[in-house]
């Protein structure tokens, strides 16, 4: 397309925009990644170690999931035709949705495209102009945007501070209030305090809502998330997740009460007009669920993995919070978290750097984070890498 003067002037935004984020060194891009496993990819013809994937568990590959999402491709064909409410509901989803709501202990559950739009769904539905929403200030993308797009007065407390939380709650009356967290954050992989939380929200009558994306087959029980790690009653709350973590597949979901699923199910915009997940995916975290149901060694050999790393930074002079299976590295400038990702791939390992927006200014760092699938090689040379790249922790 070739633009004329006016053309181009209605459209240099987009430049000048682009060069005052690459002048903050914080211009993204895409790499060309061919996986080869649960942890390992080519990239520009040399083969690399994944220590960036949220595949916790390994179960993107794991024979028995590959093998149902084959039976279901012969069965159900490669789409879903349409949304959930037109032609879209298959007896895989139902058994997904049952298997879901088994696996978190609630009575029902409601499976989404992506985790994304569950929490946009979610928040969007429940809230209006006339409520409050009290949430972390350190919540994903996806809680946030559903918050705005609720229309309510968005309240935001310190990171994991009940007694922020507290203090605003006598501040922000409205119609409804809702409190909105994360059982594991994403950047920082430490986990909300989940039982003060819920209790704070019992005694001032607040919707409790959690997203455990990154809690869901890495804490609790048999990997059943971070309310059973802390034992909150997950039937009491709205209890939002994905299948694309830990499960290996694509899609998110809600579990909750009766009620509740089917308020979303009439009224979360993102459910009804969107196009039903495709049979293969569904498959997937259906077969994975019950891999984790069945294989708990799965998670222990997370951990296994997670307290190797941690034992390994620490004898490198790094001490990190062992709360999950994300490890920051917080390096400061976004130039220096650039610097140390594009040194550790010449290593051979593949982490790439964080800047912001996705966490606050000044806090760039290496996010790592830790599989089942890794092997203790994979671990122990990586950890040389970090030492060259990086070097003994300044104490």
Known sequence: MTLDKRGCQKVQFLSETLQQIEKAGLKRSLRLLTPLGATRALHNGREVVLFCTNNYLGLTHHPRVLARVQEALQAYGTGSGAARLISGHTPLYQALEEAVARFKGCPR?????????????????????????????LCHASLLDGCLLSGARLVRF??????????????????RRFLV??????????????MELYELAEKNTLIFIVDDAHGTGVLGPGGRGTLAAQGVPAEKL????TLS????SLGGFVAGSALLIEYILNCARPFIFTTALPPASIAAALAALEVLEEEPALVDRLWQNVDRLHAGLA????????????????????????????RLLMHGYYVPAVRPPAVPAGTA????????????????????ALKDVLGQAVT
């Open 109 to 137: 559950a409601l499976v989404f495209p992506s985790g994304y739009t569950v929490n946009i769904a979610v928040i969007s539905a429940l809230a209006g102009r006339e409520d409050v929403l009290f949430c972390d200030r």
């Open 158 to 175: 310190r990171h994991n501070d009940p007694d922020s939380l507290r203090r605003l709650l006598t501040l922000h009356p409205g119609r």
């Open 181 to 194: 967290t994360e059982g594991v954050f994403s950047m920082d992989g430490d986990s909300a305090p989940l």
């Open 238 to 241: 709205v209890l939002t997740g």
């Open 245 to 248: 973590k830990a499960l290996g």
């Open 315 to 342: 004898a490198l002079g790094y001490t990190v919070p062992k709360t999950s299976a994300i490890i920051p590295l917080i390096l400061g400038p976004p130039e220096r978290a650039a610097d140390a990702s594009e």
């Open 365 to 384: 760092r290496l996010r790592i984070t830790v599989s089942a699938a890794h092997t203790a090689a994979e671990i122990d040379g990586f950890l040389e």
